[in-house]
């Protein structure tokens, strides 16, 4: 770690509310997950990242140790995959010996309309965003179980008005909510947290990028701004810290009260 590492102290959290954690986070080189990933390094966790290209993982990984000064591991594989999940979370634990923070945010999406939509294109989203979180979760569950940890997964808030082009992720992401809920109540006993962050229109994502092509004028929010990956970053922080330790089965809704709104279309 570089001495001159300058480590932004604008967030509104304390800066060691997570120290001595570890987390675990899919979908982390990129989007909303890093920034999930680099707010938890911010705050004194260390991480896992973990997401198909090993390439891209470890270019984000030095990206964010620089920014945070934190340490950042980075594996290669495929949430759909459970042999390779669980090879990940070995890694995981050899390298660190614990995981206290799982983070399920990796996800597939694009616009289609169902009856445009072939069998395969259906079932890849549903098994990177519905199977890949079970998978990633069931693997992480003994050593959750060992810490007491806290899980947060990642839906949208797509399914709540059946967003039109949107039968794949709006199947998949209101199976990750139910999910969230039924793991509160399963594993609330042995002291694990389960919740749930739905983000609304996040600007500069992946996802925007794929669900609003032709802009976001159109986009319509209450609050009057898009999101940024900083608002879905303090509702991680939120939820993984002890502020929320009489919190689970939730699913947070950060959207501005993007969903409240009826389409324009
Ligand atoms: C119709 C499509 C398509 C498209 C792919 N398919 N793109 N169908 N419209 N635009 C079809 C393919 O033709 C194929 O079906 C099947 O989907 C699988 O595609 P592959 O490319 O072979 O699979 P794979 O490489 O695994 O890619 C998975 C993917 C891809 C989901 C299709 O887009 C992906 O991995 N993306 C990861 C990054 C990503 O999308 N992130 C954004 C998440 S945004 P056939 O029948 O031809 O075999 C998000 C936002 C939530 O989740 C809400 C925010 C508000």
Redesign the pocket.
């Known amino acids: 770690m570089s001495n001159n590492v300058v480590i932004p102290t604008s967030s509104i959290f304390k800066d060691d509310i997570l120290k001595g954690k570890v987390a675990f986070v899919t979908g982390g080189g990129s989007g909303i997950c890093k920034g999930m990933a680099e707010a938890l390094a911010r705050h004194g966790a260390k991480v896992t990242i973990v997401s198909r290209t090993l390439s891209k993982l470890e270019a984000a990984a030095k990206e964010m140790r620089a920014s945070t000064g934190g340490e950042f591991l980075a594996v290669a594989a495929d949430v759909r995959d459970h042999k390779q999940m669980q090879v990940a979370v070995d890694k995981h634990m050899a390298h660190y010996g614990r995981l206290d923070i799982l983070v399920n945010g990796a996800?597939?999406?694009?616009l289609?309309l169902s009856q445009h939509?072939?069998f395969?294109?259906f079932r890849?989203?549903i098994e990177?965003d519905l199977i890949g979180t079970f998978n990633t979760t069931k693997i992480c569950f003994p050593h959750l179980k060992a810490s007491k940890g806290s899980i947060i997964n990642v839906s949208?808030t797509?399914p709540y008005n059946g967003q039109v082009f949107q039968s794949h992720?709006c199947a998949a992401k209101a199976g990750v909510d139910a999910l969230s809920l039924v793991w509160a109540n399963e594993w609330g006993p042995l002291g694990i947290r389960s919740n749930c962050i739905a983000?609304?229109?996040i600007a500069n994502t992946?996802?925007m990028a794929?669900?609003a092509p032709e802009g976001t004028d159109s986009v319509r929010v209450p609050i009057g701004r898009l999101g940024e990956v900083r608002d879905i970053e303090h509702a991680t922080l939120y939820l993984a810290s002890e502020a929320a330790s009489y919190v689970t089965g939730q699913v947070l809704i950060v959207d501005g009260g993007n969903w409240l709104q009826p389409s324009l279309e």
Do not use: R
């Open positions: 996800a597939g999406n694009f289609s939509l072939s395969n294109a890849s989203v990177i949208a797509l992720a983000p609304g229109p992946v996802g794929k669900l």
